[in-house]
């Protein structure tokens, strides 16, 4: 499992990696939860959980109550963006609460912790072909 943490002072965003044995903490959590940073790594950090994907790229919306796929009518939001005004469309979304098909965790920082975040996850930078 993925988590993204998204940093709203600087604009970055940074990317965890969950063992197994943690993700179970996400289960039973719900977007617009707050979660302690340590369990990814990022001691000292409080984080709001925004959202996320599943295992075939469906995005989660608050809206959408519990665990489960569902085909929805949307006009706008997450997961539909209308070509005109007034426009609807069916489209597959998951729920509001976390299970073990979730795949990417999207977050907020809520409080901040001594380290910046920078520095806990450091990006490995690629070397260009010449």
Excluded at 8 to 32: L, N, R
Excluded at 57 to 86: C, H, Q, W
Excluded at 99 to 119: C, D, H, R, T, Y
């Amino acid at each position: 499992m993925h988590v993204i943490i998204s940093d709203s002072k600087t604009g970055k965003s940074y990317k965890a990696e969950v063992s197994k044995d943690k993700e179970m903490e996400f289960a039973g959590k719900k977007i617009g939860d707050a979660i302690d940073g340590g369990t990814i790594g990022a001691a000292g950090y409080e984080l709001e959980l925004t959202g996320g994907s599943d295992d075939s790229g469906f995005p989660m919306r608050s809206d959408v109550t519990g665990t489960r796929k569902i085909g929805v009518l949307l006009t706008k939001g997450v997961g539909y963006n209308a070509k005109e005004k007034g426009m609807r469309r069916k489209k597959v979304v998951r729920g509001n609460a976390y299970s073990q098909s979730i795949v990417q965790v999207n977050a907020k920082i809520v409080k901040e912790g001594p380290v910046p975040l920078g520095e806990l996850f450091k990006t490995e930078k690629k070397e260009e072909k010449k």
